[in-house]
């Protein structure tokens, strides 16, 4: 079983579409949660932490389920800029490393 | 502005013919990584470095090794090029109490 699971996409929507992408993990002593947004060809970009509390960045909201472990990115408004590759990361402290999901396509058209 | 270095931005080595990336960082990280992602798959962690100390993963072959000389400075040796290396390799760090990961811009390697 993989640490992290996410759906492959493509989420293919149009401007201003609200989507969200879920991502699940196995080990439930994970305690950093992070979605990175990666364009073709680039580096991974650290899009924003996931907090228990949830936590919210302009037009993206993040959240976190402990219970169900998952993890959840819902984009309002979607931009053709918003074109990329979504990758759910889970953090494991003790042993200083991170896991990564497969990444969610996401195509935003005009 | 701090930031994550790697060098080259791209590399083309013929077929077992040993090349070396190097990674350097401004942002005084205690741990520093070295991936390899292909094409539409997801980093894979090849081994990090917790200050000098060396953390290999399980699965990556004895053909690639590392080297921190410091904390700035790492590098990836990749010691017999194979045609299954071509891959982006991405340098990250993070500070251990904080837990972001922070990525270089990587280097894309072509074996011929």
């Known amino acids: 079983r993989k640490e992290v699971e996410q759906d492959p996409g493509p989420f293919n929507v149009p401007e201003g579409a609200t989507v969200a992408f879920n991502c699940t993990y196995s080990n439930s002593a994970s305690q950093s949660f992070f979605w990175y947004r990666q364009d073709c060809r680039k580096e991974p970009k650290l899009l924003m932490s996931?907090?228990?509390s949830g936590n919210e960045d302009g037009r993206f909201t993040a959240q976190l389920n402990r219970a169900s472990q998952y993890i959840s990115l819902l984009i309002r408004d979607s931009k053709l800029s918003d074109s990329a590759t979504y990758l759910c990361?889970?953090?494991?402290?003790?042993?200083?490393?991170?896991?990564f999901g497969s990444g969610t396509k996401l195509n935003v058209k005009p | 502005d701090a930031m994550v270095i790697q060098n080259p931005r791209y590399q083309v080595t013929q077929f077992g013919k040993p090349v070396t990336l190097s990674c350097s960082q401004t942002?005084?990280?205690?741990?520093m990584y070295w991936y390899q992602q292909k094409s539409s798959q997801a980093p894979k962690l090849l081994f990090h470095y917790y200050d000098k100390d060396f953390n290999n993963e399980a699965d990556t072959p004895d053909n690639f090794q590392s080297r921190r000389p410091n904390t700035s400075f790492c590098f990836l040796d990749i010691r017999s090029p194979g045609l299954g290396d071509a891959a982006m390799y991405l340098c990250?760090?993070?500070?251990?109490?904080?837990?972001?990961?922070?990525f270089g811009p990587g280097t894309r390697l072509t074996v011929t």
């Open positions: 942002l005084n990280h205690n741990v």
């Open positions: 996931v907090y228990s």
């Open positions: 990361v889970v953090n494991d402290y003790n042993f200083n490393k991170f896991y």
């Open positions: 990250a760090t993070s500070r251990a109490s904080s837990y972001e990961q922070y």
